[in-house]
């Protein structure tokens, strides 16, 4: 690249950027002198430049800073704002995002739990909630077991008996010696 030809592109990038901050300082001059707030946003719409602009020049920056910490100069005819009352207020609403970001983290952990609890006993893996009354049903139904059997072994008894009996007269009668 050829430096002769980029040397007055140069010099006006520079020229431009000298104007800018010319415009942006004399923008703080007069939001100092008026007492209006005092932001990097408010300069440099008051100034017509780019808020960027602002941010990549640090001592402009540090300057609005500087002002921003002075208290205002201007007779009000309300309670002035400070900068102390202002971080007060920051600081009063950080704590409250504190405190609220817990008790949003409590609310969501106990939703969570409730929610885990009632998938757990719809999904048929968990305990069911009357271990009592089952309790009491399978100790019903081992009894009714119980019953079942010793009727099972009764009638088996039966069944046996008439068997014997059946087998006996079966006997007696394909006896040739007897009479009918």
């Not at 100034?47 to 001592?59: E, K, M, N, S």
């Not at 009000?76 to 971080?87: C, F």
């Not at 909630?129 to 399978?138: G, T, V």
């Amino acid at each position: 690249m050829n430096t002769a030809k980029s040397q007055p592109m140069l010099e006006g990038r520079q020229a431009d950027s000298l104007r800018r901050r010319q415009r942006v300082t004399a923008a703080l001059d007069r939001a100092a002198a008026e007492g209006t707030e005092i932001s990097a946003s408010g300069i440099a719409r008051a100034a017509g430049v780019d808020r960027t602009f602002i941010y990549r020049h640090r001592d402009l920056l540090e300057k609005i800073h500087a002002l921003q910490a002075e208290p205002p100069s201007g007779d009000s005819a309300g309670p002035a704002v400070t900068r102390a009352s202002l971080q007060t207020d920051l600081l009063a609403a950080h704590e409250r995002a504190i405190r609220l970001s817990t008790r949003i983290h409590h609310l969501e952990k106990r939703l969570s739990e409730a929610l885990g609890d009632q998938a757990w006993r719809e999904s048929g893996l968990g305990a069911p909630a009357d271990i009592d009354a089952l309790s009491q049903k399978i100790t019903h139904l081992e009894q009714q077991v119980l019953d079942l059997k010793l009727q099972l072994e009764e009638r088996d008894e039966d069944l046996a008996a008439a068997r014997a009996a059946s087998r006996e007269l079966m006997t007696q009668l394909n006896h040739p010696g007897r009479s009918r």
